[in-house]
């Protein structure tokens, strides 16, 4: 079973991440095939937009917290230059993108989300950011995307206070650009995607390169701060709080 559904819909390139069992979370494999896919797309001058979802009535549940390396610096500077390198592919890419997203969104997945320039969200879907309950900070691009959508008040509430954000507060603070029925949220990120690519292709490019900028520098700084609470006693203590599924203890340390 392939991590990743390749399909076209005309001009429209579909990315489905299709590992239901694990609610799509997005393993170093997972990325890897993002970067696979999306290099190639950016050479494909057949390829007007690109949509991302995910399999199963799930977008995505967010990195895999198992295979997170909590004891090595080094290591987590490598994880990021790879998950960076997926995060770049998507926002500095000159085509328009729109993610479809149906059931959760979290952490990682909010991340992969609004790095699209179009959120299709179904009625029943809700974004998390936890990454505090695991003794992390937002990663995958969100200090820089989540403040430019919701402003930074709320997106430091949600990121410090680690609650769910249903579709209807998602479309109210600006989080989703369009909710729609469960079950069609493809249907109609498909819609957005076909306006999208009647546009012209170097105006478009253009305008998202300067809505990117800031990007590097967010993620250069995202990249050494999260290895470094790789290390940590307290992100030692929430992963295991995680799998025990049990408030976590920390410590500060």
Do not use: Y
């Amino acid at each position: 079973m392939s991590l990743l559904t390749v399909t076209r819909q005309g001009a429209t390139l579909v990315l489905e991440m299709n590992e239901p069992a694990r609610r799509n979370a997005l393993s170093m494999a997972m990325r890897a095939r993002f970067i696979e896919e999306l290099e190639v797309a950016e050479k494909d001058k057949s390829v007007r937009a690109v949509v991302i979802t995910g399999a199963g009535g799930q977008f995505c549940s967010g990195g895999d917290i198992s295979g997170m390396d909590s004891s090595d610096f080094a290591a987590g500077r490598e994880r990021f230059r790879i998950t960076h390198a997926m995060v770049k592919a998507i926002i500095e890419s000159g085509k328009p993108f729109v993610s479809a997203v149906e059931g959760w969104a979290a952490g990682a997945g909010v991340g992969l989300a609004i790095a699209c320039d179009c959120v299709v969200a179904a009625e029943g879907a809700k974004f998390l950011t936890p990454f505090v309950r695991v003794g992390l900070a937002p990663d995958f691009g969100l200090m820089h995307t989540l403040p430019r959508r919701v402003g930074e008040g709320r997106a430091r509430n949600m990121f410090f206070s680690a609650e769910p954000v249903d579709a209807v507060e998602a479309l109210r603070i600006g989080l989703i650009d369009h909710v729609a029925p469960n079950g069609t949220a493809l249907e109609k990120a498909l819609e957005r995607a076909t306006k999208f690519a009647e546009g012209a292709p170097e105006a478009i490019a253009m305008t998202r390169s300067i809505l990117a900028r800031g990007l590097a520098d967010a993620l250069e700084w995202e990249r050494t701060a999260q290895a470094a609470l790789f290390t940590t006693a307290d992100h030692a203590e929430g992963k295991l709080a995680f799998a025990q599924k049990r408030k976590p203890a920390f410590k500060g340390a």
